[in-house]
């Protein structure tokens, strides 16, 4: 019997996804049957794209069943893609035009305070994440991806970097553990991925082998920063070492496993992860770069995350992960700059106008010479007091 | 007999009957252009030497009652929809009337429900010639696919008691469900073993209505108090075991949304709804019930809260988080017309500012002033609208008809009309270049509240002044439509056929549009 590839997910609760079910025939052409919500809005049109796709791999004759829930076309190519490739050896890529939106490169300095995560394999949650404006999204491959599924999920990623609209947030992948997530890398990389998330980090060495892996793949040498996550008591203790690496930008923890290594539990002072929250606050403000807190699970309990900002914030945190949309402005108003940062802000953009005005190259405030990323920063800084209030 | 006949171009643009079900109807002529006359439905008036001289008129079961009120084939039975989802009495009543062998009749409910399915089979057998009423679910969908002997007549709360009250509409039985009766008809809806609220869309019913049976499962010794229904306008009592399961009155309409993007919608509207300076002391609004209605009261409550603003008049479906405003001091009163849950109808029952509201005042194009037109705002929900601001909400943009009126029309008389929609569901737009069925004209509707963005109907000038430099994202509506095709492609336009299935009927009584037979797939 032919062996049949099969992706993607069907069923009443399911929204905005499809499950494509592809057997290879040895003749009688392309045979495609749509079951489909929208059928009679864009039933020609889903049966021509999956022809296309069809085609575009080789494959002359074959049975495709695909079963869909509303899914857009970067979700159906994606799904069928990954269905070819489970039975048929090919390097080829199936991709739509990239949107507009989604080749800006952003700057090490940016603002990093909320990162949404979403599933990876999971489309419905990718297609407004972007409208409740965090200052990043994660797509991710690793723990909220079914082992089995890991193939599938990384095709669907690639194609939400390029054809989904974030409006403006940084797009970043969580790829998997190291070895498993290099092979992530070649989907992710040569599709403008802002920033890749490399959790279980360790040693500085694995920075090392992501960022040779990932010059390998850019080509077009795009800006691909780094924001490792600390996870154990070992990654704590060499945190400095993996936050100076090179293209490090930012630097996470991840409580539920690390609390797991230290052998102990969450709790909701989390007193026994002080330590190591202070630890990589420590190390990423030594290497310049951003501390970031672990996410705080109970998305009814905004009270609670309200204190736990507070918390994280004063231990010098810059932001903190979010899994619910609903957190992203309480994160936002808890990080948001204090009036003295606005102050000085202030005083930055003011001497930097000044400065152009009278047409001067450089741009000073007291006795202090001010470099150009530090303007950046402060007009972010008032752009950031401005819209939270 | 055609269902539909002799079709005209109305002032919407639309084609609709001049001819329904064998009787003439006036086109559309535009908003405030037709003034509808007060026929008067002319009742049978009895006298009082023909009832029982004790007030006893309770007879043994409704199948009785249904006799002696003289049920013959082509009537009209009318019932009431307070218990939505989980009413049994109108079930009861053509199933009895299968049994009795009667055809041809035509049903009038205030609204019909997915349990209201097993009707369906009453319509094939022609038990029911057809409904004259809202019909949400199987029913909608079965008259969608052309199966319903006569034209579906849809109209809206407010519509509805206008037509009966006007004498448009004749009602030979009255079917009232009462969750508590005395033996001479006094009733209401807040006592006995399954209270379920006011019976406010009845009244026009039991005063026009040849004969009014009420039915009840909590029968108590006269008086029956409060009397929402007086027994001088009753006929016959039956008392059975169960007349609905109050738990499927609140289904989906209590909580409040989990849905990240409903709740951002509802959240801008209440941000709009203060940017725009109508958020002040002594507001006067609608407060429905329904998930993103009750997040848009969720988050105007924190403002109100915030700034320590106080309502004059919040008009329900009221909810517990409605009650619980009033008790905290953040509302005068609670106007209902319907009631969702046990909390809330306790305190329509007990407290003297929780006051149930009769359809007349708050909706009727006849009220001497109509509360509607007071409120300062209102959000409401919709399948469908398009870039002339025209709205649906009874049709999917399929064609099929899912879900009825009830006082969407109405409510668009508001100084602020708001609707709250997601720009596309699944894969679907809804903002559309034409609704597929016109429910609400584009004149009416000021405000689509998109994830999106936020688009202002270029008529009200003073709101868009009001909030231009609000920091809300305010776009033409044709920006967000082209932003959600790009995302989901251009659908093709629904299958639909000329053959006309139902129509829907504009507040003055004239016909708006028409719904067309979808064809099987």
């Known amino acids: 019997m032919e062996k049949i590839g099969s992706a993607g997910n069907y069923g009443k609760k399911v929204r905005s996804d499809c499950k494509a079910t592809l057997q290879l025939t040895k003749s009688g052409g392309l045979d495609i049957q749509l079951i489909s919500k929208v059928e009679d809005y864009f039933g020609k049109h889903i049966i021509s794209l999956a022809k296309e796709e069809l085609k575009f791999f080789g494959i002359k004759n074959a049975k495709l069943k695909l079963e869909d829930r509303g899914a857009l076309d970067f979700v159906i190519t994606a799904r069928i893609e990954a269905a070819i490739k489970q039975i048929v050896e090919t390097n080829k890529e199936f991709l739509l035009p990239i949107i507009d939106q989604n080749t800006d490169q952003t700057s090490k300095q940016r603002y990093r305070r909320s990162r949404l995560y979403l599933p990876g394999n999971t489309p419905k949650l990718a297609l407004n994440a972007g409208i409740h404006k965090p200052d990043g999204i994660i797509l991710d491959l690793e723990d909220s991806v079914a082992i089995s599924k890991k193939k599938e999920a990384a095709i669907l990623v690639r194609n939400a970097l390029r054809n989904v609209n974030f409006y403006g947030a940084e797009r970043m992948v969580r790829i998997n553990q190291l070895p498993l997530g290099l092979k992530d890398l070649d989907l992710i990389v040569p599709h403008n991925v802002n920033l890749i998330l490399v959790p279980k980090c360790e040693h500085a060495k694995q920075i090392e082998t992501v960022n040779n892996r990932i010059k390998e793949l850019n080509n077009q040498e795009r800006n691909i920063w780094l924001m490792p996550i600390i996870e154990s008591a070992l990654g704590v203790i060499n945190s400095y070492e993996i936050a100076s690496s090179r293209n490090v930008v930012a630097l996470a923890i991840g409580l539920e496993d690390y609390t797991a290594d230290i052998n102990t539990q969450r709790t909701d002072d989390g007193r026994e992860s002080f330590f190591a929250r202070s630890q990589i606050v420590n190390s990423a403000r030594a290497a310049g770069i951003q501390p970031i807190d672990s996410v705080f699970s109970d998305v009814n309990d905004m009270q609670a995350l309200k204190d736990n900002v507070k918390i994280s914030k004063s231990l010098g945190f810059h932001g903190m992960g979010c899994i619910h949309p609903r957190q992203i402005l309480v994160i936002h108003q808890g990080f948001a700059p204090t009036s003295e940062e606005i102050e000085k802000a202030k005083a ?17 405030l007291g006795s202090k010479m001010i470099d150009p990323p530090v303007v950046k920063r402060a007009l972010q800084t008032l752009k950031m007091s401005g819209g939270n209030k | ?45 009895p006298t009082c030497i023909e009832y029982p001289r004790d007030g006893n008129k309770i007879v043994k079961n409704l199948k009785q009652a249904l006799k002696q009120a003289g049920l013959k084939d082509g009537m009209t039975i009318s019932t009431h929809h307070h218990y939505r989802n989980g009413d049994y009495v109108s079930n009861m009543v053509f199933d009895i009337a299968a049994e009795l062998g009667i055809k041809d009749l035509r049903w009038l409910p205030s609204a019909s429900f997915p349990c209201h399915a097993p009707i369906i089979e009453h319509l094939k057998s022609g038990v029911v010639h057809h409904i004259e009423g809202s019909m949400n679910g199987p029913l909608g969908n079965f008259c969608s696919h052309g199966k319903m002997k006569g034209l579906g007549y849809l109209r809206s709360h407010g519509g509805r008691y206008r037509a009966i009250s006007d004498g448009e509409v004749h009602i030979d039985v009255a079917v009232i469900a009462a969750s508590a009766a005395d033996m001479t008809g006094n009733a209401n809806g807040v006592l006995g073993k399954h209270p379920f609220g006011p019976i406010s869309f009845s009244k026009t019913d039991v005063k026009n209505a040849d004969k009014t049976i009420v039915v009840t499962d909590s029968l108590v010794d006269f008086p029956c108090y409060p009397w929402e229904i007086m027994g001088n306008d009753v006929d016959y009592v039956v008392t059975i075991d169960e007349i609905g399961d109050p738990e499927k009155i609140v289904s989906g309409t209590t909580k409040i949304t989990k849905s990240p993007d409903r709740l951002l919608i509802a959240e801008r509207c209440a941000k709009f709804v203060e940017a725009a300076g109508i958020l002040k002391d002594g507001i006067n609004f609608q407060a429905g019930a329904g998930g993103t209605s009750l997040a848009f009261v969720h988050f105007i409550k924190d403002m109100m809260l915030e700034k320590c603003i106080k309502a004059r008049s919040m008009v329900g479906g009221s909810t517990k988080f409605l009650v619980d405003m009033m008790e905290e001091g953040l509302t005068d009163y609670i106007f209902d017309g319907q009631t969702f849950g046990l909390e809330a109808i306790s305190s329509l029952r007990d407290n003297p500012k929780h006051i149930p509201i009769g359809i007349f005042d708050i909706y009727d194009f006849h009220a001497k002033g109509n509360m509607a037109q007071m409120m300062d705002v209102i959000v409401l929900g919709s399948t469908e609208v398009d870039v002339n601001f025209n709205a649906n909400c009874v049709t999917h943009s399929d064609g099929r008809m899912l879900h009825g009126i009830g006082g969407f029309q109405n409510c668009l008389l508001a100084k602020c009309t708001i609707l709250a929609v997601p720009s596309f569901r699944d894969r679907i737009p809804v903002i559309k270049d034409e609704v597929t069925t016109l429910v609400a004209p584009g004149e009416l509707v000021d405000v689509i509240v998109t994830e999106r963005g936020i688009a202002i109907n270029p008529k009200r000038k ?55 037979k979808v064809e099987d797939s």
């Open chain 2, 1 to 45: 007999m055609k269902k539909a006949d002799k079709f005209v171009k109305n002032a919407a643009g639309r084609m609709v009957p001049t001819i329904i079900n064998g009787e003439q109807v006036i086109p559309f002529k535009g908003i405030n252009k037709y003034k509808p006359a007060h026929k008067g439905s002319a009742p049978r008036v």
């Open chain 2, 462 to 516: 003073d709101l868009i002044e009001a909030t231009k430099n609000s920091g809300l994202p305010i776009k033409d509506i044709n920006e967000i439509k082209e932003e959600v095709d790009q995302i989901c492609g251009i659908p093709a336009k629904p299958k639909l056929s000329d053959e006309a299935v139902a129509v829907v009927e504009w507040i003055d009584g004239t016909i708006l549009d028409t719904i067309r």
């Open chain 1, 348 to 364: 930055i953009v003011d001497a930097y106008n000044e400065a152009k005005e009278k047409g001067e190259g450089v741009v000073s």
